[in-house]
């Protein structure tokens, strides 16, 4: 009987034992899932982080807005080559220096269309494909291109990707070439000469002036009676006289019978052919001459003259 009693309060003792662990386990689990509970729920940092990371993505989408905006195409201006906006902004007022540019020569071909800037360094705009322009400027990290209608920067990293130099045509390096040669040659041919040792300059000599030729005189054309009067004139003073001033009655009338001959008198130089006629007179020895006229015709008078 006893052995069956302190059976009965072992069993009771066991049971107790493991109900009080049951218990035990179950409060722990229910203070653990309450302690993960607990730190599952937001700090005030994780709260200011999302707002932060939503501020950053409503900015992001802001600047992607405005891009899609400035890339409207009714705020861009089309010109021949590029398009420009139309309202360019200044910036904080700060303007490119041009005080150290460096020419760079052209032609050069763009082959894709680049981002264009201002002189106050803000965006103007963007090039057309395949392009050609000449010579341009480097300016720092800037390269100032004129364009057909006008100028704008292009940064010079962009310039370098697209730009190709083209060569100049030959004919105008051959002229380039003929140019500098000719202005060599002017060059030298102007340059005074220096005199060498054992030389004498030669010192040109003077030039005498030229007698101005005088103008030819007017040419005076005679009447017949005028070649006549100056005919008689010029023989009688030179000692051949008129044969009827001498034999006013001679039986062989006014020629007296002497021999005769044409003279033909030019009307613009009477004087001069009276005066040959007179050296004829003479050396035959005539002393007496008679005229009959003939006419005239072709500038000159015809005189039949008797002599002897």
Request: charged fraction near 25%; glycine fraction near 8%; charge should be negative.
């Amino acid at each position: 009987m006893r052995k069956k009693i302190l059976s009965v309060i072992l069993i009771i003792g066991i049971t107790a034992s493991l109900a009080a662990c049951g218990s035990g386990g179950t409060e722990k689990k229910k203070e653990k899932f309450e302690i993960e509970t607990v730190s599952a729920e937001p700090t005030v940092d994780d709260v200011k982080k999302t707002e932060e990371t939503e501020g950053v993505s409503e900015s992001a989408l802001a600047d992607n807005a405005e891009t899609e905006t400035s890339n409207n195409a009714d705020d861009f201006e089309e010109q021949k080559d590029i398009f420009i906006v139309k309202h360019i902004d200044t910036g904080d007022g700060t303007e490119i220096d041009f005080s150290n540019q460096e020419i760079i020569n052209g032609p050069f071909t763009l082959g894709e269309s680049v981002d264009i800037y201002s002189f106050y360094f803000t965006y103007a705009g963007y090039t057309k494909p395949n392009i050609k322009i000449d010579d341009v400027w480097k300016v720092d990290e800037w390269i100032v291109v004129p364009f057909a209608q006008s100028s704008f920067l292009v940064k010079e990293e962009d310039f370098n990707r697209v730009a190709t130099l083209k060569e100049k045509k030959s004919s105008t390096a051959e002229e380039a070439v003929n140019a500098e040669s000719e202005s060599v040659a002017m060059e030298q041919n102007t340059a005074p000469q220096e005199k060498t040792s054992g030389e004498t300059a030669s010192v040109p000599e003077p030039v005498a002036p030229q007698e101005e030729t005088p103008a030819p005189a007017p040419v005076t054309t005679y009447s017949e009676a005028e070649v006549i009067s100056i005919f008689r004139s010029t023989l009688e003073s030179n000692g051949i006289q008129w044969y009827p001033n001498v034999f006013p009655n001679s039986e062989a009338g006014p020629s007296g019978g002497m021999g005769w001959g044409i003279e033909d008198i030019s009307m613009t130089d009477p004087y001069g052919d009276a005066a040959g006629t007179v050296e004829g007179l003479q050396f035959g020895g005539d002393k007496y001459y008679y005229i009959e006229s003939q006419g005239s015709s072709n500038g000159y008078v015809h005189l039949k003259l008797y002599s002897g």
